[in-house]
């Protein structure tokens, strides 16, 4: 407990090292709410959807929910258990768990089912390994980062220079993979257009919607890359609420079907995986 006597360091030192984390929790916690009311409204539309669809739905969000968890308890063991305890703000803690390891597993599965998709569109199983291969390597060394940050209990990786070179190679291949899929979604769905103009139509905000959405996660790790680059600390303002854009982009795929054929009951798995 902090008392009268307790050296703190400067306000501008605690500001960049937990300010950043707080602004990126409260980011986190937004989407969060946003991921609860679209995995509600799937399971009260879709009761009886193929099994298939579900557990991709479902294990996303339970992992979601159980980083949020993760990150509200170390928030409340920082600013309040063990509140003008500096030395906590080096501590692994659970971040090494609910923002490496988490964030690549469920951007790894949303990737996945996406690379999937690009499979359908295009009728071939080798266009998809364009994305499943980087796919592969951004989980491994977000598994890789959060397993090493835990060993050697630090949590300022930008400070570890041989912690430097795994977290850049799982920014940037995600990274990566987030373009890649939003290129190759664009093109097979422009493949799809026609003479009919109500078909073209549909097709183009399909694609307008792809491009928008699905380069928002490569955006975000773009941002992620450039600050843990040039502003260390701040890039937690991004990472620590990464995985919640990809889980939230994938909801917003499963419901496209249905926000915008709300009046019928044909919904399919199918239907959802070759939706825009």
């Known amino acids: 407990m902090m008392t009268a006597g307790t050296d703190l360091p400067p306000r501008g030192a ?56 993760l990150r509200e308890v170390d928030h409340f063991e920082i600013e309040v258990m063990r509140f003008g305890d500096v030395s906590v703000f080096n501590e692994a803690l659970h971040f090494w768990l609910s923002t490496p390891i988490l964030t690549a597993v469920t951007s790894a599965i949303v990737q996945a089912y996406f690379g999937y998709r690009i499979r359908v569109l295009s009728g071939s199983w080798i266009v998809p390994l364009i994305v499943w291969m980087p796919t592969l390597v951004q989980l491994g060394a977000g598994l890789s980062l959060g397993i090493m940050t835990v060993s050697l209990d630090i949590i300022e990786v930008e400070t570890t220079p041989h912690l430097i070179a795994i977290a850049l190679t799982w920014l940037a291949s995600s990274t990566v993979v987030d373009i890649l899929i939003a290129v190759l979604l664009t093109y097979f769905l422009l493949k799809f257009k026609s003479g009919l103009k109500a078909t073209n139509d549909i097709l183009t905000n399909i694609i307008r919607l792809t491009i928008e959405t699905g380069t928002l996660t490569a955006v975000w790790g773009i941002l992620i890359i450039i600050l843990f680059v040039r502003k260390p600390p701040w890039f937690a303002i991004f990472v620590d609420s990464w995985s919640k854009l990809y889980s939230n982009n994938l909801m917003e795929r499963f419901l496209r079907p249905f926000l915008s054929q709300r009046r019928s009951n044909s919904f399919t798995f199918r239907s959802c995986l070759t939706a825009g």
């Open 14 to 69: 605690i500001l960049s090292t937990a300010g950043p984390s707080w602004i990126g929790n409260l980011f986190n916690n937004i989407l969060t709410g946003m991921l609860i009311v679209q995995v509600y409204i799937y399971h009260t539309a879709f009761p009886n959807d193929h099994w298939s669809a579900k557990m991709i739905v479902y294990p996303v969000f339970i992992l979601e929910v159980l980083q949020t968890v």
